[in-house]
């Protein structure tokens, strides 16, 4: 949706970039890759995932997390939300490989 903010605001349909603005949008992606990155960590903590898991998804969380706060001083909004959505399906590719490698592997 803030790929195609423009889009949205142009059908008046109320996604988060067009009910609010972009600040708080980019606050609210803020705050959920950094609960998923979290999230994924503690998936070992709690025994379901080796070491390896755990690993590979904190790179591939504080990559992301470091992509979110750098939207923050983006100056083109499209692109910097172009590649947060390119990126994500990476991370959802990278979790769904590593979540059964994960559980066998230590």
């Known amino acids: 949706a803030t790929y195609r903010h423009k889009d949205y605001a142009a059908a008046g349909i109320p996604v ?14 803020l705050m959920y890759v950094a609960l998923f990155t979290i999230v994924s960590v503690l998936m070992t903590t709690f025994g379901y ?15 992301w997390l470091q992509m979110a706060i750098e939207g923050f001083k983006a ?17 959802t590719i990278v979790t769904a490989v590593m979540l059964p490698l994960g559980a066998l592997l230590p």
Request: proline share 2%.
């Open 49 to 63: 995932t080796g070491l390896i898991y755990m690993g590979v998804m904190a790179v591939v969380g504080v990559y």
């Open 75 to 91: 100056e083109d909004d499209a692109k910097w939300a172009r590649r947060m959505f390119h990126f994500s399906l990476i991370v």
């Open 16 to 29: 988060l970039p067009v009910a609010r603005d972009m600040q708080q949008t980019k606050m609210q992606i």
